[in-house]
């Protein structure tokens, strides 16, 4: 064998040039793969963060049913009890309680419809960003009762700024009128038209007296200390609290199950991106097919010596595997090489993107994007890059063995 690896070593370097320019082939590839896959893997945990950390959290708890009714009766009734229970939890970074409720909103000139949310002004500042948020104002104190936080495209609609009233009128959670007159404090804008246009925040102490919620609240909020603690948190939570609640279990909802549009949108680049490594991939099949066809053709008089003095089909198919495993290999180291040097470079510096457009507007993504080397995405990218090279490569190997020694000896 280590006869037939020397062999096959000078053998890649016969042409210099053909090697050079198919080991290339296999460097660029290497080096997208690895750099395109840790550009979506960045991304993602990039746009699951930054929503997480406006809207939901990591997990959730809330009374069962309460995400797919929002009734405002539906009401996790005691918060001490899984605030017991998150102390148990391992990989809780924070925690925070919220109550909803749809109320018309009325300025002295217009009035629409908008979910007003009761927040702990101290405890959001750990689970979410709405802090960093407010663009006009003051963010809120626990002791602002009658004070509010209005999103941006809300306070246009009413026509508002700070310091300016509002009428707030829905429904309490027995339902009685709830009825208040708010001033508002800060204008938000999250960068996402939804959410701007449609709600408004205020201290949860308040909330729960306009409301009627007598201790309550609608959803707690979990923040893990990274998105991988997500399911364990989640299935602690469920141990923990099964049988809690007034209508039975409390349900424990992690990020997926509250923001299924972003689950869709990752699917969806995911596919668009597996297209295009197919593409790709396709291209540099064939750039090794090419090489290792023409080595045959060059080299058929060359293996009809070689079979006419004995060397069996089965050696000169097993040399000329080892060739395109090594070129294989050459690529591929130095496109791993290249490729986690230049996505380092990018993880820490980011990419800039001055124009994110709508499609990512409408999930806040920041401007600056990072790209997340990790052990899978130079695994998977080299991977495919690999294997695909080495099974492009059986068919002119194999071809070999149909070669006639008499036949090949005459061949120029």
């Given amino acids: 064998m280590s006869i037939e690896i020397k062999m096959a070593w000078r053998n890649i370097w016969r042409n210099t040039r053909r090697s050079i320019l198919t080991i290339s082939a296999i460097v660029f590839a290497t080096v997208l793969l690895i750099f395109m ?54 990989g809780v970074a924070a925690y925070s309680f919220r109550a909803n409720a749809f109320s018309l909103i009325s300025s002295k000139d217009r009035t629409y419809g908008a979910l007003v949310i009761g927040i702990d002004p101290e405890g959001e500042m750990k689970v979410s960003t709405l802090k960093q948020l407010v ?6 104190s626990p002791g ?17 700024d700070v310091g300016d009233e509002l009428v707030l009128l829905g429904q309490g959670r027995d339902g009685s009128i709830a009825a208040t007159v708010v001033l508002v404090k800060g204008i938000f804008s999250s960068g996402e038209d939804e959410f701007d246009r449609g709600s408004l925040h205020m201290p949860l102490a308040y909330f729960q007296e306009v409301y009627g919620m007598r201790g309550a609240v609608h959803e707690v909020v979990i923040l ?7 399911a364990g948190i989640k299935l602690s939570l469920e141990k923990s609290l099964h049988g809690q609640g007034d209508n039975g279990d409390l349900a424990v909802l992690d990020w997926k199950e509250m923001m299924p549009g972003l689950v869709e949108a ?33 080299r058929t008089k060359e293996f009809g010596v070689l079979m006419a003095i004995g060397t ?5 198919t097993r040399l000329l595997l080892l060739e395109s495993t090594g070129l294989t290999t050459i690529g591929i ?27 990512l507007r409408q999930f806040g993504l ?3 994007m990072y790209p997340q080397l990790s052990f899978l995405s130079i695994s998977i990218g080299s991977g495919i890059v690999f294997i695909i090279t080495v099974l492009t490569a059986l068919y002119p190997a194999f071809r070999v063995r149909l070669l006639k020694p008499v036949e090949a000896m005459k061949a120029v």
């Fill in 366 to 368: 920041p401007e600056r």
């Fill in 135 to 140: 663009r006009t104002g003051e963010y809120l």
């Fill in 312 to 316: 069996r089909p089965g050696r000169l």
């Fill in 266 to 298: 990752i699917k969806m680049d995911l596919l668009s991106g597996l297209i295009m490594y197919v593409v790709l991939i396709v291209v540099v099949a064939f750039s090794i097919l090419n090489t290792f066809l023409m080595a045959i053709f060059e």
């Fill in 37 to 90: 896959l840790s550009w979506q893997f960045g991304s993602y945990e990039t746009m699951i963060n930054t929503a997480v950390k406006v809207h939901t959290g990591h997990v959730q708890v809330q009374a069962r049913g309460y995400r797919e009714q929002m009734e405002i009766p539906l009401v996790v009734s005691d918060p001490a009890v899984v605030k017991a229970a998150l102390g148990r939890t391992e």
């Fill in 224 to 230: 893990g200390k990274a998105l991988d603690d997500t």
């Fill in 333 to 359: 180291i130095v496109g791993v090489v290249a490729g986690a040097l230049l996505t380092w470079h990018f993880q820490v510096r980011g990419i800039i993107i001055p124009d994110a457009g709508e499609w």
């Fill in 144 to 160: 602002d009762n009658g004070q509010v936080l209005v999103g941006r495209l809300l306070a246009k609609n009413l026509r508002v």
